[in-house]
């Protein structure tokens, strides 16, 4: 686990993932997370926890939640990691 550089709390809004079709809402609302972050943390890396992606995909792929509150984390390698704000950090496994 590297050193963390920055930490915020964000409400992202998700809204705009109804602009998709019904069965590809979920995986925009993913991707409007991701950019949300590489935007405002200013970081290329971004990692999304389990734990925010469960939250998103709960209830199904055609009903992602409007917003989600989430914490990010930047690390001195400029890696940002994206979970709930009350969720632990698990290591991630070497690939």
């Known amino acids: ?7 915020r709390i964000y409400t992202v809004p998700l809204g705009d993932a109804y602009e998709a079709s019904r069965k590809r809402r979920a995986k925009k609302a993913i991707n409007l997370l991701r950019e949300f972050a590489q935007r405002h943390m200013k970081a290329e890396d971004v990692r999304i926890s389990e734990g925010v992606n469960q ?4 209830r199904g792929a055609e009903k992602p939640p409007k917003k989600i509150t989430v914490l990010m984390r930047k690390d001195k390698d400029g890696i940002v990691r994206v979970m709930l704000p009350g969720e632990v950090e698990r290591e991630e496994k070497e690939r």
């Open 1 to 7: 686990m590297s050193e963390v550089v920055l930490e």
């Open 55 to 58: 939250l998103i995909w709960s």
